[in-house]
């Protein structure tokens, strides 16, 4: 069962445009989640995180909207440049009563930015 | 700051053979650590996690093991590789709510 779902394998834009990364999650228990970007042959690197009592986190060009009531993210990208072309990846960890949290991911979209 | 190290880089072992993987966190103290694997086409799982010298919890069941012998560092094993083991294994840690990952290792079973 999967609990974080990235239904988008890849996704094609022209520099200087938007990018829209889309996320969907089962669990309501889930309160904190994050984007990654990984290049091939490299770990994940953290771009931004929202809590859930947050709808919108921006940073830069990076801004990521959280909707509790569909359980779905996305993460926007503007303008896109080449460099952001790599998969990102959706996480997402719910309330836990210990100090790990443990974070569920998506499968990833493949994201390529086209000069 | 903080720096996290894996190695080695890329490693091709025979079925059969065993496995040891090295992660070590410069910069931080009593961090969380965690292995997680992405096989090929993937997401990445989560393996195991750790609160503390000693302390693993195993998220799924398989062929390896983790152990914590010192604060900041977590190594991943396995006595005998199973082709089902190649991938892409990482090791990331947090003091908080964010993970940080190492560079990876990337394993073939052959």
């Known amino acids: 069962d999967q609990q974080v779902k990235q239904n988008s394998p890849s996704l094609s834009v022209q520099e200087g445009r938007i990018s829209i990364l889309n996320c969907d999650y089962t669990n309501s228990m889930f309160d904190y989640f994050l984007w990654y970007k990984k290049y091939p042959a490299e770990g994940p690197t953290f771009l931004i995180s929202i809590s859930s009592i947050k709808d919108k986190n921006e940073d830069g060009r990076f801004t990521v909207f959280l909707n509790k009531s569909a359980k779905h993210l996305s993460l926007h990208i503007v303008p896109s440049q080449p460099g952001d072309s790599a998969v990102y990846f959706c996480?997402?960890?719910?309330?836990?009563?210990?100090?790990?949290?443990?974070?569920?991911f998506g499968s990833g979209t493949q994201l390529t930015v086209l000069p | 700051s903080q720096t996290i190290h894996q190695w080695p880089a890329t490693l091709v072992q025979p079925v059969g053979s065993p496995l040891s993987l090295e992660c070590t966190v410069e910069g931080t103290s009593n961090p969380n650590l965690y292995w997680y694997r992405q096989a090929a086409g993937r997401g990445l799982q989560l393996l195991f996690y750790?609160?503390?010298?000693?302390?693993i919890s195993s998220e799924v069941p398989q062929n390896l093991s983790a152990s914590r012998p010192q604060d900041r560092q977590f190594i991943l094993s396995s006595k005998k590789l199973l082709l089902s083991d190649s991938g892409f294994y990482l090791c990331?840690?947090?003091?908080?709510?964010?993970?940080?990952f190492g560079p990876g290792t990337r394993l073939t079973v052959l």
């Open positions: 750790s609160v503390g010298i000693g302390q």
């Open positions: 990331a840690w947090t003091v908080t709510d964010t993970q940080y």
């Open positions: 996480a997402a960890t719910p309330m836990t009563s210990g100090s790990a949290r443990q974070l569920t």
